[in-house]
């Protein structure tokens, strides 16, 4: 099992509403990636955060936003849930500075009804 | 861009057997890094195997190895002696070279059954 950790493990919001989901990177880890996994599909990348600013960002509209704090755990903001946001999401933490893996959290399935 | 592609949504094999998935991708990258992960039922992705393109020799680890096409843009994974825990979905996934490692671009996955 990995060092990253995942909150909440599911939940349940109505169109419309916001979500914020958290991930805690594994120590020593300066670098968190979050993906979005539509049920039956491979995960898409959203956005990466480095030393708290965002260092790349996918084809994810801006309604999708994140943060990183100083002890590198990091959140993702969804507003104005769609249906279409209904998935489960993924963070994975990395050193930036060593060719090392991303290490993955066990996810949040969100459904959006 | 990067594309990676899966043409297998599902296989099975028995146990103790040999199963062998396949992957191709796009890019127009000469240095780049394709791995294979894995994604039980729990829902974490495990990372099963890494190969870095500037490395002719196939990576192995234990019963999973890997046959790196590079003309051909193929990468293909072997998993030998077949085990009931290696039921699972199967992610190829790439990242250029000089990227942080997080930047994982994935394919559609493909379903391996292991049946006893």
């Known amino acids: 099992e990995t060092g990253v950790t995942q909150s909440p493990t599911h939940l349940i919001k109505t169109r419309g509403q916001q979500v914020t989901l958290r991930c805690s990177s594994q120590?020593?880890?300066?670098?968190v990636s979050w993906y979005q996994q539509a049920l039956g599909q491979g995960p898409q990348f959203i956005f990466q955060?480095?030393?708290?600013?965002?260092?790349g960002r996918g084809n994810f509209p801006p309604r999708f936003s994140g943060l990183q704090f100083p002890n590198y755990s990091s959140e993702l903001n969804v507003n104005a849930l769609e249906l279409d946001d209904s998935a489960l999401y993924l963070c994975?933490?990395?050193?930036?500075?060593?060719?090392?893996?991303?290490?993955f959290g066990q996810g949040t399935r969100l459904t959006v009804v | 861009a990067q594309t990676v592609t899966q043409s297998q949504p599902e296989m099975s094999v028995q146990e103790a057997e040999t199963v062998t998935l396949s992957c191709t991708y796009d890019?127009?990258?000469?240095?780049?890094?394709l791995f294979w992960y894995k994604q039980p039922p729990s829902r974490q992705m495990i990372l099963v195997i890494r190969?870095?393109?500037?490395?002719?020799q196939n990576a192995t680890e234990n019963r999973f190895s890997v046959n790196f096409q590079k003309a051909a843009k193929s990468f293909s994974l072997k998993i030998s002696d077949s085990q009931l825990g290696d039921t699972a979905m199967y992610f190829c996934?790439?990242?250029?070279?000089?990227?942080?490692?997080?930047?994982?671009?994935f394919g559609q996955g493909t379903i391996l059954t292991v049946h006893p």
């Open positions: 994975a933490s990395s050193l930036a500075e060593t060719a090392t893996e991303a290490f």
């Open positions: 120590s020593g880890h300066n670098t």
């Open positions: 955060y480095y030393r708290e600013e965002e260092n």
């Open positions: 890019t127009s990258e000469n240095n780049y890094y």
């Open positions: 190969q870095e393109a500037y490395k002719q």
């Open positions: 996934a790439f990242i250029p070279g000089g990227t942080s490692y997080g930047k994982l671009t």
